[in-house]
Every structure is written in structure tokens, then in C-alpha cells.
């Protein structure tokens, strides 16, 4: 069973913890990589969240619609303008089905790793190659696991460091690519801590999940603006077809 993680606390603060994701200088490659692939056809977001992507993807003509597990971030998005066209569904991105088939189904900003089972994984690769009309797309964006900074008998990595801000990464359980990500923020008068776990994933092993699902790698990028994806590259964007 997927857990409600993103509870009313987390939601309220979401979209300010990741403002960098809403720079025009990130958003607006990915919006348009997304429309690119949608066309005329029908897209479909899995954990749609607060409506980051799906918002300016909707204005740019595209039909959208929204899975979220948590009814915190659906109410947050409910909030902003140009939401009234995006129909959204409560429910797992694993197993909840809607109706409809789909040109496009996307999943952004490392949102497979919440899925803390092998099993709850793949069945999302299943789930989206249901929702996918003949030809139709699944793209995941996710960071690629970091071990090479894991010291042997270390289990800690900070992956962000600025004033009143530190982001580490603990690896838990390497035998089950299991992790935490822990978030500390200090404010003027209190100081916060979000911890979220995550299953990390390899590029290679996604690609066994698409063809179980019945789908077949299509492109592979280091990011939106379609840089090469090289042994260096620190996270992907991929489309498998159906």
C-alpha cells in the first residue's frame, strides 16, 4: 500500500521548498519536451502534485490530467489559476486507473523513487503503459543513484549546502536500494526538518521494468534540453513507447 507522505504540513509549504523547479529556466524546457510528445493528443501526470508541469502544459493546449495520492497537494493545486481544465483522480500512481487513453503519461522530479518497492515500481510502468493508446509515450524524470560519493562504510552524502538551507542523502540499505533524503531549513524563529524515503533506481533496471510492462526505450537525456546522457550525467530524462 503507497502512504500519504505529502501530508497538509509538507503541502503547504511545497511549492516554496522547490521554487528553483519553477525557474522559466527549468520549467520551460520541460513543458516544452512534454508538449512536443503529447501533440493533439491527451496527457496524463502521475503524481501531479501541485500542478508545476501540468499547469503550463494545459495553457500550451494540451489536455491534461492529474493522479495524486495526497488530497494536501491536490488542494494546493486546486488553488491556483488555470486549474479548471485539469480533471485530477485521488489515488496511487501504481495502481489507480482512469479513463481515456493517453498520447503522453509523464512522471517528473524523481517521483518513481516514492515508490519504496521494486514490485510497486514496476506495476507503475504497468499502469502507465495501460493508460498509453498505441504509440503513446511514458517519461520519467530521475536522478541517477550517486554511490560513487558514498565512501566505503559511509552512509551520508550532502548534496546541498547553502545558508539556512542542508540537504543529505542517507543510503540505508544498499541491498534493497533503499535511502532517506533529509531536508533542514532554518528559519529566523524555528528550524524544520523533512525526511522522505525514497528506492533508488538505475537507468538499466528501468529499462527491464518498461519491458515488462510492454514498452521499449525511445530516447535517454541527461536533462529536458536534451543534453547527451554520458557516465557522468547526475540524472535522466527517458521515453519509452508503447
Known amino acids: 500500500m503507497v502512504e500519504i507522505r505529502f501530508d497538509a504540513d ?79 483522480t485521488v489515488g496511487d500512481m501504481a495502481t489507480t486507473r482512469i479513463e481515456g487513453s493517453y498520447r503522453l503519461v509523464y512522471l517528473v522530479f524523481n517521483t518513481i523513487m516514492n515508490l519504496t518497492s521494486q514490485d510497486e515500481q514496476v506495476a507503475c510502468f504497468e499502469n502507465a503503459a495501460a493508460h498509453l493508446e498505441p504509440g503513446g509515450s511514458f517519461v520519467v524524470e530521475v536522478a541517477v543513484p550517486d554511490l560513487r560519493r558514498l565512501p566505503p562504510g559511509e552512509r551520508l552524502v550532502a548534496f546541498a549546502v547553502e545558508p539556512g538551507y542542508a540537504g543529505v542523502d542517507e543510503y540505508t540499505d544498499v541491498t534493497r536500494q533503499m535511502m532517506s533524503s533529509h531536508h533542514y531549513t532554518v528559519h529566523r524563529n524555528r528550524s524544520d526538518l523533512v525526511s522522505m524515503p525514497f528506492r533508488y533506481v538505475w537507468p538499466s533496471e528501468l529499462d527491464l521494468m518498461a519491458r515488462i510492462a510492454g514498452l521499449r526505450l525511445a530516447e535517454r537525456w541527461s536533462g529536458w534540453d536534451r543534453r547527451p546522457f554520458t557516465g557522468e550525467s547526475r540524472s535522466h530524462v527517458s521515453v519509452w513507447c508503447k
Do not use: C, Q
Not at 508538449?35 to 495553457?59: C, K, M, Y
Open 10 to 88: 509538507i503541502a503547504s509549504r511545497y511549492d516554496e521548498s522547490t521554487a528553483p523547479m519553477s525557474n522559466p529556466a527549468v520549467l520551460d524546457p520541460t513543458v516544452a519536451f512534454l508538449a512536443e510528445l503529447a501533440g493533439d493528443g491527451a496527457a496524463l501526470e502521475f503524481a501531479i502534485g501541485t500542478g508545476r508541469v501540468a499547469i503550463p502544459l494545459s495553457a500550451r493546449g494540451v489536455h491534461v490530467r492529474g493522479i495524486d495520492i495526497s488530497p494536501f497537494m491536490l488542494e494546493r493545486m486546486g488553488e491556483k489559476p488555470g486549474v479548471e481544465t485539469i480533471p485530477v
